[in-house]
C-alpha cells in the first residue's frame, strides 16, 4: 500500500492566492470588536471545516484534518504568515 507525501509543493500562483487570502482573514479577525476576537478561531475553524468538507468530501476533510491534527500534536504550529500543503493538491 502506497501513501500519498504528507506535503507537495503547491502551484505557485495558488500558493500566492492562499496566502493573500490568509492575509485579508487575518486582516479581518484584527478589525473584528475586542468581544468577538476571543471567539474567532473556534468560528474560523467552523466555517473551514464546512468549506473543506464541500471541497473536497467529508472522508478526504477528515484526512485533512488528522494530517493538521498530528502536526499539531508534534507541537508543529502552522504559522499565520505562511501556508502548509495539507494535501497533495492543495496549500
Avoid at 509543493?9 to 476571543?38: F, K, N, S, W, Y
Wanted: with cysteine; glycine share 8%; aromatic share 2%.
Amino acid at each position: 500500500m502506497t501513501t500519498a507525501p504528507m506535503t507537495t509543493a503547491p502551484m505557485p500562483d495558488r500558493l500566492a492566492d492562499l496566502q493573500h487570502a490568509m492575509r485579508v482573514i487575518a486582516d479581518a479577525v484584527e478589525g473584528l470588536p475586542e468581544e468577538c476576537r476571543d471567539l474567532a478561531g473556534n468560528a474560523l475553524l467552523n466555517i473551514a471545516a464546512e468549506a473543506v468538507a464541500q471541497d473536497v468530501g467529508c472522508t478526504e476533510a477528515g484526512r485533512i484534518f488528522a494530517r493538521l491534527g498530528d502536526l499539531l500534536s508534534r507541537g508543529l504550529q502552522p504559522p499565520a504568515a505562511d501556508a502548509i500543503s495539507l494535501t497533495g493538491f492543495d496549500a
